[in-house]
């Protein structure tokens, strides 16, 4: 008597293929169940509400506010040109005058405020004493309108 030729790896094979076969024609008819065509455009139609969320009923529109152009931002920060009127003393501890920048520390409160030359007067020097007022930019605090004290 012939042995067999069909191995367990053999027969565990061919399971895997008709398993393989079955799923792949079930997918089939659910697609085919699933189908869009014949809905109206309605039945297809999704919404996305306040929070960003998709569903499928339309937005109220009561809740609905104007957008403006100029209110869009297309950089990665929006810049805010908040100016504090009250102007503040202090003294340059830091200035390099071939780079136009430095620091001030301010007398109250030895806040460090950075100090560009575009924002300058007149021209300064390490230790000077000036008044500046501060302004709010993208990477902190500024001083602007620098002067000497009197």
Same mark, same amino acid.
């Given at each position: 008597?012939?042995?067999?030729?069909?191995?367990?790896?053999?027969?565990?094979?061919?399971?895997?293929?008709?398993?393989?076969?079955?799923?792949?024609?079930?997918?089939?008819?659910?697609?085919?169940?699933?189908? %869009?065509?014949? @809905? $109206?455009?309605?039945?297809?139609? &999704?919404? /996305?509400?306040?929070?960003?969320?998709?569903?499928?009923?339309?937005?109220?529109?009561?809740?609905?506010?104007?957008?403006?152009?100029?209110?869009?931002?297309?950089?990665?920060?929006?810049?805010?040109?908040?100016?504090?009127?009250?102007?503040?003393?202090?003294?340059?501890?830091?200035?390099?005058?071939?780079?136009?920048?430095?620091?001030? %520390?301010?007398? @109250? $409160?030895?806040?460090?405020?950075? &100090?560009? /030359?575009?924002?300058?007067?007149?021209?300064?020097?390490?230790?000077?004493?000036?008044?500046?007022?501060?302004?709010?930019?993208?990477?902190?605090?500024?001083?602007?309108?620098?002067?000497?004290?009197?």
């Amino acid at each position: 008597m012939a042995k067999s030729q069909i191995t367990f790896s053999k027969k565990e094979k061919e399971k895997k293929k008709i398993l393989k076969r079955r799923e792949k024609e079930e997918k089939m008819a659910q697609r085919k169940n699933d189908n %869009n065509k014949g @809905k $109206s455009l309605e039945d297809m139609m &999704a919404y /996305v509400d306040e929070n960003g969320n998709i569903s499928s009923t339309p937005p109220d529109l009561t809740k609905v506010e104007e957008i403006r152009a100029e209110d869009i931002s297309v950089s990665g920060y929006q810049v805010q040109h908040s100016t504090v009127s009250n102007v503040r003393r202090g003294k340059f501890t830091y200035y390099n005058d071939e780079k136009g920048y430095g620091f001030i %520390n301010d007398q @109250k $409160s030895q806040q460090r405020v950075f &100090a560009h /030359v575009n924002n300058f007067t007149e021209t300064f020097k390490e230790g000077d004493d000036v008044y500046y007022e501060i302004e709010s930019g993208p990477k902190g605090d500024s001083a602007i309108n620098v002067r000497r004290t009197a």
